[in-house]
């Protein structure tokens, strides 16, 4: 690993987050000039933009440099580890927080658009911390796309290559020759899919503070909200606007990519999206079915809509409280924040793309145990899958589910809770989707959360975004050697 190059390039993208904190800077100036939030990011970005620049023009780096896959993992890794201890800053230097570890909780949070929350009363804060919250979130969606697409390939490492080896549904190449022109447009159709439900939210009824917030939130799917009912504070309209976008927030961003170049087509040609949808209506179905039936729910279509799409999209916005449903409608609750939205979106959880793949490869070994000499190859959306991909692919199973197991075991010895409790803190932490069952509950929050219990929940939040191989690789010693 080319250490000073690393450090160089971290250096660079926390320069870029400075800026970015100027934004919240404005909102707490407006609100109040003289208060300890204002120091709080004043302080803050001075520290970042003295690092950085310090890092950048003393820690020259070598252009002619042959960087290396694990240079590129690395700095994926690392930037999210330093990014998410340098956002933490504002929340502890306000007093916010009394310790560090609750502030860089709820930035890790942000940043891998978990929506995890120590806050027991968010409607307190002050608004540019909320701000700032949420706008975590909003980088954290697109940024890792961003980080494997546009800025690996700039220093001579094949972005797009190590995505689709991790994330397989994410089809880049043919969406434009240049890997770096495919990034731009990708953040072009984020950006305007936001601006576009901002001005929806308005429409609405909300504030321009609300909408914003509630916009990064959503369109990251990421949850975090500036009311403490979250999105059953507002009115039917605005929820009904929120599941749609946060659909679209789970499809692969190529498909919107090929949409808007005309070939509205490719949403129906592709297998994933296909099974994406199929799945929705099914488990809307099944909600709707059973809430009516029970009588759960004043209004169940709505609500079953809308936890559906909030739940598989590991957005983990709510309007009610579903710890208190049926035990069939939790345990499918668990199964979706496991499967999460499709590859290339900004949704967590293990992906559809993997899911399907596996139930093929399933399918291909119980065949070739009858006709053990018959050519097989996995298929999706007619095209043939490498052998190496699907061993990635099994690969992330086994890893996955280990984090998952090891997660709730500690979780239980630490926290001593309950097993739904702990089970669900590991699925919410390594999905990135924010609410579980029980004591962490629709309701509920992560306040009482131990530090260690905390610090296990960070990893497997980091872990689980980061795609496990780029965090994880951090903790092999032989990464390190040059």
């Known amino acids: 690993m080319h250490k000073r190059f690393v450090f160089n390039i971290i250096s660079r993208i926390l320069l ?118 949420s706008l975590t979130q909003w980088i954290g969606g697109m940024g890792i796309i961003v980080l494997y697409v546009a800025i690996l390939p700039a220093l001579g490492v094949s972005g797009f290559q190590l995505y689709k080896a991790e994330a397989p549904g994410l089809n880049i190449e043919r969406s ?26 308005m429409a609405g009824g909300m504030d321009v503070f609300e909408a914003l917030c509630h916009t990064f939130a959503t369109m990251s799917t990421g949850g975090f909200s500036t009311h403490n009912a979250s999105m059953g504070a507002f009115s039917p309209f605005i929820q009904w606007v929120t599941i749609v976008f946060m659909f679209l927030a789970g499809i ?43 009588h759960y729910s004043v209004a169940p279509l709505r609500e079953s809509v809308f936890q559906v799409v909030s739940i598989l999209t590991t957005t983990g916005f709510t309007t009610a409280d579903f710890d208190m449903w049926p035990n069939t409608l939790r345990f499918l609750m668990l199964l979706m924040m496991v499967v999460g939205g499709c590859g290339g979106s900004t949704a967590g959880g293990m992906k559809i793309i993997r899911m399907l793949l596996a139930v093929k490869i399933s399918f291909r070994s119980v065949f070739q145990a009858a006709l053990p000499n018959a050519v097989m190859p996995i298929r999706i959306s007619d095209k043939a899958i490498t052998e190496k991909v699907v061993s990635t692919v099994l690969t992330y199973f086994a890893i996955f589910i280990f984090l998952f197991f090891i997660g709730a075991i500690l979780f239980l010895a630490i926290e001593g809770c309950s097993l739904e409790t702990a089970t669900s803190a590991s699925i919410s932490a390594l999905s990135n989707i924010g609410p579980g069952l029980d004591a962490i509950g629709a309701t509920k929050n992560f306040a009482w959360v131990s530090m260690p219990g905390k610090w296990l929940l960070i990893f497997l939040m980091l872990a689980g975004r980061l795609e496990l191989y780029s965090f994880l690789m951090l903790f092999i010693f032989s990464s390190w050697k040059r």
């Not at 300890?36 to 252009?63: D, H, M, P, Q």
């Not at 129906?268 to 994406?276: C, G, L, R, S, T």
Request: net charge positive; aromatic share 14%; proline share 4%.
């Open 16 to 133: 870029i987050v400075c800026f970015v904190m100027l934004i919240p800077l404005g909102w707490a100036l407006y609100d109040n000039p003289n208060s300890r939030e204002v120091n709080a990011f004043v302080e803050t970005i001075c520290l970042g933009f003295f690092v950085s620049l310090i890092a950048i023009f003393s820690v020259r780096i070598n252009k002619k440099i042959k960087v290396s896959v694990k240079d590129g993992l690395a700095i994926v890794g690392l930037s999210w580890v330093f990014l998410s201890l340098f956002g933490a800053l504002p929340l502890y230097l306000s007093g916010v927080v009394p310790h560090f570890t609750d502030a860089f909780f709820e930035t890790v949070s942000g940043f891998t658009t978990t929506g995890a929350t120590i806050f027991t009363d968010v409607e307190v804060l002050p608004r540019g911390i909320l701000f700032w919250r």
């Open 176 to 201: 434009e020759p240049r890997v770096k022109e495919t990034a731009k447009n990708l953040w072009i159709i984020y950006l305007s899919l936001s601006l576009l439900l901002a001005a929806l939210f």
């Open 252 to 294: 692969n961003f190529a498909l919107h990519f090929q949409a808007i170049r005309g070939k509205p087509n490719k949403y129906f040609k592709n297998e994933e999206f296909i099974v994406y949808l199929l799945a929705t209506i099914l488990l809307i179905a099944v909600f709707g079915v059973i809430l009516h039936a029970t």
